[in-house]
């Protein structure tokens, strides 16, 4: 399949996973404090990237699995659904072997009506959109960059595309249907050192439940969902744990 990954630097790498909705351009400030080099992938049915027949976490590790270098130490960070990604990279099953795992913002706990409307979204196909700006707008509120970025930032460039005479965003609705992990099982599984951490407001994630799973997740003070947009010099220390996985 066709997988649109951005690099840069050298040395240990990172590998960075969005969440649903997102593409690899939401982490292009955190990329620029990572010293070493660093992919960042759209994921499958995300931006320039193509979409997949059906949608889980595995799928989703299989076909990003190439994007993980194999002749270097590495640390894959992924946020929310990226996250889970990372998990099941680390149990090693899909040919790369990650030093260090992080999911940033994982949501632990789902509720059946958030199943259902999870569902009933990933059978629903984007409304066509006039305007590239309205399909922008929609493509904010389901990466959840809705007042966090402006219209015109770059971290949107990928989110949209052309259809017929109008737009769209690029996000493929049917991979709302990816379900629920089973975090524990992916910890159990996991091969690589794990991390995990989210915001201290972050409403998918909040500290009880993260600390529920992992006594030792990272909280990070004062932020949300999306930590790497917000404030993606926060994410520091957690860089730093990372690399010094990789030493």
């Not at 399949?1 to 630097?9: A, C, N």
């Not at 690899?24 to 010293?35: I, L, M, N, T």
């Not at 969902?225 to 917000?230: D, F, I, P, Q």
């Given at each position: 399949?066709?997988?649109?990954?951005?690099?840069?630097?050298d040395?240990?790498?990172?590998?960075?996973?969005?969440?649903?909705?997102g593409t690899?351009?939401?982490?292009?400030?955190?990329?620029?404090?990572?010293?070493g080099?660093?992919?960042?992938p759209?994921?499958?049915?995300?931006?320039r990237?193509?979409?997949l027949?059906?949608?889980?976490?595995?799928?989703?590790?299989?076909?990003?699995?190439?994007?993980?270098?194999?002749?270097?130490?590495?640390?894959v960070l992924?946020?929310?659904?990226?996250?889970?990604?990372?998990?099941?990279?680390?149990?090693g099953r899909?040919?790369?072997?990650?030093?260090?795992?992080?999911g940033?913002?994982?949501?632990?706990?789902?509720?059946?009506?958030?199943?259902?409307?999870?569902?009933?979204l990933?059978?629903?196909?984007h409304?066509?959109?006039?305007?590239?700006?309205e399909?922008?707008?929609?493509?904010?509120?389901?990466?959840?960059?809705?007042r966090?970025v402006?219209?015109?930032?770059?971290?949107?460039?990928?989110?949209?595309?052309p259809?017929?005479?109008?737009w769209r965003?690029?996000?493929?609705?049917?991979a709302?249907?990816?379900?629920?992990?089973?975090?524990?099982?992916?910890l159990?599984?996991?091969r690589?050192?794990?991390?995990?951490?989210?915001?201290?407001r972050?409403?998918?994630c909040?500290p009880?439940h993260?600390?529920?799973?992992?006594?030792?997740?990272l909280?990070?003070?004062?932020?949300g969902?999306?930590?790497?947009?917000?404030e993606?010099?926060?994410?520091?220390?957690?860089?730093?744990?990372?690399?010094?996985?990789?030493?």
């Open positions: 399949m066709t997988l649109h990954v951005r690099r840069g630097g040395g240990p790498a990172l590998v960075l996973l969005h969440g649903l909705g690899g351009a939401v982490w292009d400030e955190v990329a620029r404090r990572w010293p080099s660093w992919a960042a759209d994921l499958p049915g995300h931006g990237s193509a979409p027949p059906s949608y889980s976490f595995d799928a989703l590790a299989a076909a990003l699995a190439p994007a993980v270098p194999v002749d270097r130490p590495v640390a992924g946020h929310s659904l990226g996250g889970v990604v990372a998990l099941a990279l680390g149990s899909f040919g790369p072997r990650p030093a260090v795992v992080c940033l913002g994982v949501k632990l706990r789902w509720t059946e009506q958030e199943l259902a409307r999870a569902a009933e990933a059978a629903r196909p409304p066509a959109c006039a305007t590239r700006e399909a922008v707008a929609r493509a904010q509120k389901l990466s959840g960059l809705w966090l402006p219209d015109d930032s770059p971290l949107l460039g990928d989110a949209v595309l259809a017929g005479d109008g965003p690029a996000l493929d609705p049917a709302f249907g990816v379900g629920q992990p089973d975090v524990d099982a992916l159990a599984a996991s690589a050192e794990v991390v995990l951490a989210a915001g201290e972050d409403p998918m909040p009880e993260l600390r529920a799973a992992v006594p030792d997740g909280v990070l003070p004062g932020l969902h999306h930590v790497h947009v917000e993606p010099g926060a994410l520091l220390p957690l860089l730093d744990r990372l690399r010094s996985a990789l030493v």
